[in-house]
C-alpha cells in the first residue's frame, strides 16, 4: 500500500511522517483495508446503511435520496448536547444570581426519542441517566471524575403533568430520560457512520432502559438535572418525543408535523408560566 498523505504544510523536521488516516498508517493501526478512496472520498464503514434507500440526515435538514449531497457541501453549525448547554446553563445561573431573580425556575424543553410511547408524546423527566446507566452528571474535573446526582423536582413535575394532562392533542408522561453524549453510537442507533453492535444488541438494550423506566433519550438531561439542583434552583425538562426508537432511528416525520409536536412542551410550560404569574399577582 502507497503513502497517499496530502500534506497540508510541507513536513519539518520532527513532524509525524503520516496523517493518521494515510493508507499505509491505517493498515499498520487497524490491519483492514483503509476507509479512503483514491479520490479522496472515503467510505461509510457501518454495513447497517447499505439497507437503507434514504439516509434521513436529520440535524442537517437533507437526505441523501432528495438531495445532491456531494454538490452541497456547506458549513453547519449546532448547538446540541452537554458541553454547550452547561456552559450558557452555568452563565444564566451566574445571571440570576447577580440579577437577584426570585424563586426562578429554570425549564428546559426540546426534542427526543421515545422508548415505546407513541411519537409526539411528550416526557417530564424524572431523573437523568447517563451513557453508562447512572443517574448523575459525571464530570472530569482536575483529572478525576466528579459525580452529580441528576434527579429533577418531583413536584414541580407532578404540576406539570397536572396542567399537561388536560391537553387532549397528546400524551404526557413522567419517566427517566438517558442522557447520551452521541446521537447515533450513544444511542444504539445503526444508521450513524460506525456501529460495531448488531441489531439485537440494540433492541436489548433499549428493552433494558424501558425496564428501568427510562421513557426517552435526548443530550441534556444529567447535567441539566444536575447543575440546577447543585444550584439549589428548580427545574424542568420538558421534551417531546420525535420518533419511537424501538420502532426506528431515522427521524421521518414531516418538517411541518415536527414543528407543530415541537410547540407542545411550549404549550405546557406557557400555561404553567400563566400559573405562575396569576400565583405571585394575587
Ligand atoms: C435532543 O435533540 C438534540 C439532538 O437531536 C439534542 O440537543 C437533544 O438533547
Ligand atoms: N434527539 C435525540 O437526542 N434523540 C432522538 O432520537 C431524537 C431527538
Redesign the pocket.
Given at each position: 500500500m502507497e503513502c497517499d498523505c496530502d500534506y497540508i504544510l510541507p513536513t519539518i523536521d520532527g513532524w509525524e511522517e503520516h496523517y493518521q488516516n494515510c493508507s499505509t498508517r491505517w493498515l499498520k493501526d487497524h490491519g483492514t483495508e483503509p476507509l479512503k478512496n483514491s479520490d479522496g472520498t472515503f467510505r461509510l464503514r457501518n454495513k447497517h446503511l447499505t439497507r437503507l434507500t434514504r439516509d434521513v440526515l436529520?440535524h442537517l435538514g437533507f437526505d441523501n435520496e432528495h438531495y445532491d449531497l456531494p454538490a452541497m457541501f456547506g458549513d453547519v453549525k449546532h448547538g446540541m448536547g452537554i458541553p454547550s448547554m452547561t456552559i450558557l446553563l452555568q452563565e444564566v445561573i451566574k445571571l440570576l444570581s447577580y440579577a437577584k431573580a426570585r424563586d426562578p425556575i429554570i425549564i428546559r424543553i426540546?426534542?427526543?426519542?421515545g422508548l415505546n410511547i407513541p411519537p409526539g408524546s411528550v416526557v417530564i423527566s424524572s431523573w437523568g441517566l447517563n451513557g453508562t446507566l447512572k443517574k448523575s452528571y459525571d464530570i472530569p474535573v482536575m483529572g478525576k471524575i466528579m459525580e452529580i446526582p441528576s434527579i429533577f423536582d418531583k413536584r414541580l413535575n407532578q404540576e406539570l403533568l397536572h396542567l399537561a394532562s388536560e391537553e387532549k392533542g397528546f400524551s404526557t408522561f413522567i419517566g427517566g430520560t438517558m442522557a447520551?453524549d452521541d446521537?447515533y453510537q450513544g444511542?444504539a442507533r445503526l444508521d450513524g457512520p460506525f456501529c460495531d453492535y448488531t441489531e439485537s444488541d440494540k433492541v436489548s438494550f433499549l428493552k433494558a432502559l424501558v425496564e428501568l423506566g427510562v421513557k426517552n433519550?435526548?443530550?441534556e438531561a444529567t447535567a441539566f438535572a444536575a447543575f440546577t439542583r447543585e444550584a439549589g434552583l428548580r427545574s424542568a425538562d420538558v421534551c417531546v418525543?420525535?420518533?419511537n426508537?424501538l420502532e426506528q432511528d431515522q427521524?421521518t416525520p414531516s418538517k411541518s408535523v415536527l414543528l407543530e409536536w415541537q410547540e407542545r412542551p411550549m404549550v405546557i410550560i406557557g400555561k404553567y408560566i400563566s400559573k405562575y404569574y396569576e400565583r405571585i399577582n394575587k
Open positions: 436529520y426540546g426534542t427526543s426519542g447520551a446521537f444511542q433519550i435526548e443530550m418525543t420525535v420518533i426508537r427521524v
